[in-house]
């Protein structure tokens, strides 16, 4: 298959070809023009350093003008704008507007909230575990994975119990669209009726509690004016839909990464359980690791070069992240999973002012997790077929089923 096909194609990026794929292009054509299904094409971008570049220059290079998926087909161009809220989301607001939107939303994901935060997290963490089966033959990434994240935001949003199983299914859909496994219909009418069941809700949730004097950031949203102005119900309900999304669908690839590399590096294993507390380093090899974004699109608003080539205003760009987290310019032994890689300066969280608003609250959960996951059981044992799933957006495991085998208790 040519390049351009493999970039375009979902189903590719459920491989782990893309790795050999990606370091051949960073070396042959770091910055390639790609061939795409709308015919309009884009510019592929390989490096850390372009991407980095990219990322800290929202000036110039867009996230407003047609938003962050990867929308390289007609059908998705078509319904990605509504159903992200480009333009009043704050992932998809460029500066100046954007740092008004993310200081309405912030409090709750700074440092010291979460830290005062932290007993609670490990709490709703050990909930998860509690209800594990007693066999121990789980899906790791159904049964853990995708629970403990969405326990956590849902916590923060004070989204009832009853709605957890429900968003799950609709963060599915709006974010593994182009998955077989979750569509319903074609993929852009999947991940269209995905947003829209997650905006119908946000809608509801944070309408409810306009004029109230709650600190969650629904409550926060809803009641707040950026430059004197409150924000619309429409701004409000999208940026709801992006804390939920953000919040449970790259937290839960991440961890489940992070225990497929350590199953897969015993010898990292017994660095952590020999030392759990290095999982404080440990968490941004995995996040570095894991692959929990693919890729995001950035349009540029002026003409400007970027490596050797010369990139015209409104040129679309997709920025690979697992291509910049292997790059042996930044990244000694890329290919070595090590939970004590010092300084780790992967591009996981993104960079610039669009910087990952919740990396801190990921750490954390990721951090307890995994604490809990070795302090319950000393032996993990996979049982079945590993699968990823098919999107080149927010990727990572679909099924990862395991054996738990609990640790013996000591009586005292
Ligand atoms: C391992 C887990 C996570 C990863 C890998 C991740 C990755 C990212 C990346 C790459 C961006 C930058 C997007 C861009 O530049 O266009 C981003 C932005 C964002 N993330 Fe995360 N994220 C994670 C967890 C979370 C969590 C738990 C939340 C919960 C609130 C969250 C909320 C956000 C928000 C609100 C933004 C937009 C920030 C802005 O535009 O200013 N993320 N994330």
Not at 22 to 47: C, I, K, L, N
């Amino acid at each position: 298959m040519h390049v351009d096909q493999k970039l375009n194609d979902p189903t590719f990026f459920a491989t782990s070809e893309y790795y050999r794929l990606f370091d051949r292009m960073r070396v042959e054509d770091p910055v390639h023009w790609t061939q795409s299904p709308d015919a309009r094409g884009y510019w592929s971008v390989f490096r850390h350093a372009d991407i980095k570049r990219i990322l800290n220059e929202p000036e110039r290079f867009s996230s407003e003008r047609e938003g962050v998926m990867p929308v390289i087909d007609h059908a998705m161009a078509e319904i990605a704008g509504e159903a992200m809220g480009v333009g009043e989301n704050v992932l998809t607001i460029d500066p100046p507007r954007h740092a008004d939107f993310r200081k309405v939303m912030q409090a709750p994901f700074l440092p010291k909230a979460l830290a005062d935060g932290e007993v609670r997290t490990k709490e709703l963490i050990g909930e998860v575990f509690d209800q594990l089966p007693a066999h121990g033959e789980i899906d790791l990434v159904s049964d853990l994975a995708v629970r403990i994240p969405m326990a956590v935001i849902c916590d923060i949003l004070k989204i009832p119990r009853e709605d957890w199983e429900e968003m799950l299914g609709w963060g599915k859909m709006a974010i593994g669209g182009t998955d077989p496994e979750y569509q319903q219909g074609t993929a852009a009418e999947t991940v269209s009726r995905g947003f829209r069941l997650m905006y119908d809700y946000s809608l509801r949730r944070s309408s409810e509690r306009r004029g109230c004097p709650f600190s969650d950031p629904f409550t926060l949203l809803a009641n707040a004016a950026v430059n004197g102005a409150p924000l619309t119900p429409s701004q409000v309900a999208h940026n709801g839909v992006q804390l939920m999304l953000a919040g449970f669908e790259t937290t839960r690839n991440a961890f489940s990464g992070g225990v497929l590399a350590l199953l897969e590096n015993p010898a990292q294993m017994a660095l952590l359980r020999e030392d759990p507390k290095r999982l404080r380093l440990g968490v941004e090899e995995i996040v570095r690791w894991s692959d929990p974004v693919i890729s995001l699109m950035r349009v540029a608003t002026s003409d400007t070069e970027l490596g050797q080539h010369k990139i015209r205003a409104d040129d679309r760009l997709l920025l690979w992240f697992p291509s910049a987290n292997r790059d042996e310019e930044v990244f000694e032994r890329p290919y070595e999973f090590d939970i004590t890689r010092h300084p780790n300066l992967h591009l996981g969280f993104g960079a610039g002012p669009h910087f990952c608003l919740g990396g801190p609250l990921a750490k954390i959960e990721i951090r307890l997790a995994m604490e809990e996951l070795l302090e319950r059981f000393d032996g993990i044992e996979i049982t079945g077929p590993v699968e990823r799933v098919q999107s080149s957006f927010v990727g990572g495991l679909k099924h990862l089923p395991v054996k738990l085998k609990p640790r013996a208790r000591t009586l005292n």
